[in-house]
């Protein structure tokens, strides 16, 4: 986007995002957090207690899910029927949806299931929702 408007306006800045790079990369695996360090420091007790509770509902559901950061705020519960695995899923809403492959629902278990579980008693449609 920096370099789309940079260019369109002929702002002439030195392109500052372009040495930046994330080990791994495209061919390579990135290397995950340790499972020790997310307990502690993402999932502490008391980690984001200065957050409010939308905003501690949305973090859960990405951690747990590895969604991209809107997604969660953008989609609405889905109460499962019985027959499946999980009792709720997220359902990508308002958005056009380019092809059918990118149809999809998110199945919610752990802290993603419970931010889903509080948003519901709520009476909110979506985990970041306000009330």
């Known amino acids: 986007m920096f370099r789309a408007i940079n260019e369109s306006k002929q702002l002439n800045f030195p392109s500052i995002f372009e040495r930046v790079r994330i080990r791994g990369g495209k061919d390579n695996q990135r290397v995950a957090?340790?499972?020790?360090?997310?307990?502690?420091?993402?999932?502490?007790?008391?980690v984001f207690d200065d957050r409010n509770p939308e905003a501690r509902r949305v973090i859960y559901a990405i951690v747990e899910t590895g969604l991209?950061?809107?997604?969660?705020?953008t989609s609405f519960v889905r109460n499962d029927t019985t027959e499946r695995s999980c009792p709720a899923s997220l359902r990508r809403a308002g958005r056009h949806i380019k092809t059918d492959e990118s149809r999809r629902e998110i199945p919610l278990l752990g802290v993603a299931l419970m931010a889903a579980d509080v948003a519901r008693s709520l009476r909110v449609d979506r985990i970041g929702a306000r009330q």
């Open 68 to 73: 991209r950061f809107p997604r969660p705020s």
């Open 33 to 46: 957090f340790p499972p020790v360090f997310v307990q502690l420091r993402m999932l502490g007790d008391g």
